[in-house]
């Protein structure tokens, strides 16, 4: 079985081409900042061009550029008979230029099919939309692909990770010249990031260039020709997708990393979190979970991993209160306790933290003071009838330090703020109070490798202090780097557990279908 991590490059490049794409000192200025500075590349027939940088580095402002959805200050863009800047998204297309986000544009409550043709909705008779071709068309798209998707399903009743599988289908409709990829595996599964990536590999063998923006290491040497780092809008260097992991953290960051995940301490304590049996309500579209049945004790990190819609987020979602739990039992220090909303959670001294921030972590048009500082008004330190400014501006200053988020930016929108600091932001909350259990659903999704590690050395300071972590993640390197042990979950159920001295990618992955 091939796993993620394995080359996925066997197609030979084209030589002798010219590129598909030509960018000439590219430059976005806002106001005073400088979004991208006189970036200069090449993007060639059958390669795949990772762009690699922190959030905020100018790879979002290059590739909007690219698809048309913003404009540069100077330079400009080649493509065919094209010599100039985009007007517009429609205009970048039809030079066959396609792109996926990770901000979706979809229509919530129109089905899947529905969804992947608009915009070019097929005909029938008489010259009226025919619903019949495009549920054919989508479905036949769909196995094509390879992916698991209902033709019929409304987006608002998928999960983030089916939603992605549908932009995705729509960016693979027509055949693009120029394929974007803005962080395409954040929200897949393993094997649904396998079906993409064995794509890409049929897509680059025919001559299509593709620009991949990701900040998992293990995907860059797997499926990339050559990386490009940014830093700062600035191009700092382009070197091939074989470079060492430490070397291209250090052409990202400027400074020497020694190594991306710490070692999780040995030394565990009395088991904080306890789970038995537990059987959730069943919800149209949702995985039902059934007999589940894990521990975590003081001190140590406990992962869960499986495909998307295993019920692995489901299942953390139920100590939250977010979830109906129908049966089993749920111990928090070795107290049976029932949670029916998050309030009740937080009083017994645990805290979840959802897979998304943007719509369910964080307020986006509030600053990152008042994000931060909301719960701690009424489960932490600030909890009172009087605002305590002092006590607040001290506990904001501890908690961007242990997060390391610049405490600059306290009084910024979170909207405003990169994935990482948003990331950071919804961290640093869940610190705000006396909390002893965390159960964290896919913490670094969509998150640069630099604000990875500030949170990866957060979670194994918790660690050190004696927290009990339940950590949800599809990025399964992530698991195995972090945690002292793992559970796979598959269609709701518990399927194998995995000491940390017995981890094997290969082994794991097996036990996912």
Same mark, same amino acid.
């Given at each position: 079985?091939?796993?993620?991590?394995?080359?996925?490059?066997?197609?030979?490049?084209?030589?002798?081409?010219?590129?598909?794409?030509?960018?000439?000192?590219?430059?976005?200025?806002?106001?005073?900042?400088?979004?991208?500075?006189?970036?200069?590349?090449?993007?060639?027939?059958?390669? &795949?061009?990772?762009?690699?940088?922190?959030?905020?580095?100018?790879?979002?402002?290059?590739?909007?550029?690219?698809?048309?959805?913003?404009?540069?200050?100077?330079?400009?863009?080649?493509?065919?008979?094209?010599?100039?800047?985009?007007?517009?998204?429609?205009?970048?297309?039809?030079?066959?230029?396609?792109?996926?986000?990770?901000?979706?544009?979809?229509?919530?409550?129109?089905?899947?099919?529905?969804?992947?043709?608009?915009?070019?909705?097929?005909?029938?008779?008489?010259?009226?939309?025919?619903?019949?071709?495009?549920?054919?068309?989508?479905?036949?798209?769909?196995?094509?692909?390879?992916?698991?998707?209902?033709?019929?399903?409304?987006?608002?009743?998928?999960?983030?990770?089916?939603?992605?599988? &549908?932009?995705?289908?729509?960016?693979?409709?027509?055949?693009?010249?120029?394929?974007?990829?803005?962080?395409?595996?954040?929200?897949?599964?393993?094997?649904?990031?396998?079906?993409?990536?064995?794509?890409?590999?049929?897509?680059?063998?025919?001559?299509?260039? &593709?620009?991949?923006?990701?900040?998992?290491?293990?995907?860059?040497?797997?499926? /990339?020709?050559?990386?490009? &780092?940014?830093?700062?809008?600035?191009?700092?260097?382009?070197? /091939?997708?074989?470079?060492?992991?430490?070397?291209?953290?250090?052409?990202?960051?400027?400074?020497?990393?020694?190594?991306?995940?710490?070692?999780?301490?040995?030394?565990?304590?009395?088991?904080?979190?306890?789970?038995?049996?537990?059987?959730?309500?069943?919800?149209?579209?949702?995985?039902?979970?059934?007999?589940?049945?894990?521990?975590?004790?003081?001190?140590?990190?406990?992962?869960?991993?499986?495909?998307?819609?295993?019920?692995?987020?489901?299942?953390?979602?139920?100590?939250?209160?977010?979830?109906?739990?129908?049966?089993?039992?749920?111990?928090?220090?070795?107290?049976?306790?029932?949670?029916?909303?998050?309030?009740?959670?937080?009083?017994?001294?645990?805290?979840?933290?959802?897979?998304?921030?943007?719509?369910?972590?964080?307020?986006?048009?509030?600053?990152?003071?008042?994000?931060?500082?909301?719960?701690?008004?009424?489960?932490?330190?600030?909890?009172?009838?009087?605002?305590?400014?002092?006590?607040?501006?001290?506990?904001?200053?501890?908690?961007? /330090?242990?997060?390391?988020?610049?405490?600059?930016?306290?009084?910024?929108?979170?909207?405003?703020?990169? /994935?990482?600091?948003?990331?950071?932001?919804?961290?640093?909350?869940?610190?705000?109070?006396?909390?002893?259990?965390?159960?964290?659903?896919?913490?670094?999704?969509?998150?640069?490798?630099?604000?990875?590690?500030?949170?990866?050395?957060?979670?194994?300071?918790?660690?050190?202090?004696?927290?009990?972590?339940?950590?949800?993640?599809?990025?399964?390197?992530?698991?195995?780097?972090?945690?002292?042990?793992?559970?796979?979950?598959?269609?709701?159920?518990?399927?194998?557990?995995?000491?940390?001295?017995?981890?094997?990618?290969?082994?794991?992955?097996?036990?996912?279908?």
């Amino acid at each position: 079985m091939q796993t993620a991590s394995q080359d996925l490059r066997a197609a030979p490049v084209p030589g002798g081409q010219p590129p598909v794409l030509r960018v000439r000192d590219l430059t976005k200025r806002y106001d005073k900042n400088i979004a991208l500075d006189h970036v200069s590349l090449d993007f060639l027939p059958g390669e &795949v061009h990772v762009l690699f940088g922190e959030n905020g580095a100018g790879k979002s402002t290059l590739i909007s550029i690219v698809a048309g959805a913003n404009a540069p200050s100077d330079g400009y863009l080649e493509i065919g008979d094209k010599k100039g800047a985009f007007q517009s998204v429609g205009e970048s297309q039809a030079c066959g230029i396609r792109a996926v986000f990770q901000e979706f544009s979809l229509i919530p409550y129109r089905t899947v099919a529905e969804n992947i043709v608009l915009g070019a909705e097929p005909l029938g008779r008489f010259g009226l939309l025919s619903k019949s071709a495009a549920r054919d068309e989508a479905r036949q798209l769909i196995a094509d692909l390879g992916f698991n998707l209902d033709v019929d399903a409304r987006i608002a009743s998928l999960t983030r990770g089916k939603q992605q599988m &549908v932009e995705i289908c729509k960016a693979f409709r027509r055949p693009p010249r120029l394929l974007i990829l803005d962080e395409p595996t954040a929200s897949l599964s393993e094997q649904d990031s396998l079906a993409l990536l064995e794509l890409l590999r049929r897509f680059r063998a025919n001559g299509t260039a &593709v620009i991949y923006v990701t900040h998992r290491m293990h995907e860059i040497p797997a499926i /990339g020709d050559k990386v490009s &780092v940014l830093r700062d809008g600035q191009l700092i260097a382009t070197v /091939g997708a074989d470079t060492e992991e430490d070397e291209l953290i250090r052409l990202m960051t400027g400074r020497q990393m020694s190594k991306i995940y710490p070692k999780p301490r040995d030394p565990v304590g009395d088991v904080g979190l306890a789970l038995e049996n537990v059987t959730l309500a069943a919800e149209r579209g949702v995985t039902q979970v059934r007999n589940a049945s894990v521990s975590v004790r003081a001190g140590e990190i406990v992962g869960i991993a499986g495909l998307v819609g295993c019920g692995k987020s489901e299942l953390a979602q139920a100590c939250f209160g977010l979830r109906k739990i129908t049966g089993g039992t749920l111990r928090i220090k070795d107290e049976e306790v029932r949670i029916a909303t998050p309030g009740q959670a937080i009083d017994r001294g645990l805290w979840y933290s959802p897979s998304d921030r943007r719509q369910e972590g964080l307020a986006l048009n509030r600053s990152v003071r008042e994000n931060i500082s909301l719960s701690s008004y009424s489960f932490g330190p600030l909890k009172g009838w009087w605002n305590k400014p002092a006590r607040e501006s001290q506990l904001l200053a501890d908690l961007a /330090g242990q997060v390391e988020l610049d405490p600059g930016r306290l009084n910024h929108a979170v909207g405003d703020l990169s /994935g990482g600091n948003q990331q950071k932001v919804l961290f640093a909350k869940s610190l705000g109070q006396e909390i002893d259990v965390f159960v964290f659903d896919e913490p670094t999704v969509g998150v640069d490798i630099g604000a990875c590690l500030s949170i990866y050395k957060c979670l194994a300071a918790l660690s050190a202090k004696g927290a009990a972590i339940l950590l949800v993640s599809s990025n399964l390197p992530e698991l195995m780097g972090l945690t002292h042990r793992m559970l796979v979950m598959s269609e709701g159920r518990f399927v194998a557990e995995f000491q940390r001295d017995d981890y094997d990618e290969h082994r794991i992955l097996e036990q996912f279908f």
